[in-house]
């Protein structure tokens, strides 16, 4: 098992410019979530998909974010046009639906707008 | 009232002493506990779940879970310098408390002391 596999793990851009996150989740796990990790607001869930539907979007933060699942083994996160504020650290989990226990993290994208 | 408190610390502990982690949460109806394991730059890492009132063991691992006060706490015996790291306490959302999204607190920073 692969665990949660996400790229690139760091990535540096200039403000206004798109940035792409990707994420491949555990085979067999039918959740997928988004979550950005600052030190002012902790882990935040920005997304999360079911059998690769969009369940609830609630925390992504503005029309700059988008995300997608086109297939069950692949994620995306968008932000266009990216901001200085939108400095962290963006982590992919999945989960098995009716598992008992919590969500499996992949090791997560560093992102630094300047 | 935040979903999840926890103190951010840092909470400091000699090697060889029990080292008490704390959490309260807001929802009455949650069923499920978890805690989440954050060394420095690393995702967070599964240790500990609970379910039923009382204490849970598994190794130097104890977490203790009281639903009518909505407290759940995690005890490290004998620490270990490896034990330094954050700690996050997730509560799931939903109205049965079995909802498919975790909210985590902001986290407890442990260092254990030589």
């Known amino acids: 098992d692969a665990g949660v596999i996400q790229s690139p793990r760091h990535e540096v851009t200039e403000m206004g410019q798109e940035v792409t996150l990707r994420c491949k989740p555990i085979?067999?796990?039918?959740?997928l979530f988004w979550y950005r990790q600052t030190m002012m607001r902790g882990l935040e869930l920005l997304i999360y998909?079911?059998?690769?539907?969009?369940?609830?979007d609630s925390g992504m933060p503005e029309d700059r974010f988008s995300a997608k699942m086109p297939n069950a083994s692949f994620s995306t996160l968008k932000i266009q046009p990216s901001e200085p504020r939108d400095s962290a650290v963006y982590f992919c989990?999945?989960?098995?639906?009716?598992?008992?226990?919590?969500?499996?993290f992949g090791s997560g994208t560093r992102l630094t707008v300047v | 009232q935040k979903e999840v408190e926890q103190n951010s610390g840092p909470l400091s502990v000699p090697e060889g002493a029990i080292a008490s982690l704390n959490c309260t949460y807001s929802?009455?109806?949650?069923?499920?506990f978890f805690w989440y394991r954050q060394y420095s730059g690393k995702s967070p890492e599964l240790i500990m779940s609970?379910?039923?009132?009382g204490d849970k063991e598994d190794g130097r691992f104890t977490a203790q879970l009281n639903k009518a006060s909505q407290y759940v706490s995690l005890l490290i015996r004998d620490s270990q310098p490896s034990d330094s790291a954050t700690y996050l306490c997730?509560?799931?959302?939903?109205?049965?408390?079995?909802?498919?999204?975790?909210?985590f607190g902001t986290g407890t920073q442990l260092k254990v002391e030589l």
């Open positions: 998909f079911n059998n690769n539907v969009p369940i609830d």
């Open positions: 989990a999945s989960r098995r639906d009716r598992a008992v226990y919590g969500y499996t």
């Open positions: 929802d009455r109806v949650s069923q499920s």
């Open positions: 609970i379910y039923s009132n």
């Open positions: 085979s067999g796990h039918n959740s």
């Open positions: 997730a509560v799931p959302r939903g109205v049965t408390g079995g909802g498919n999204k975790l909210t």
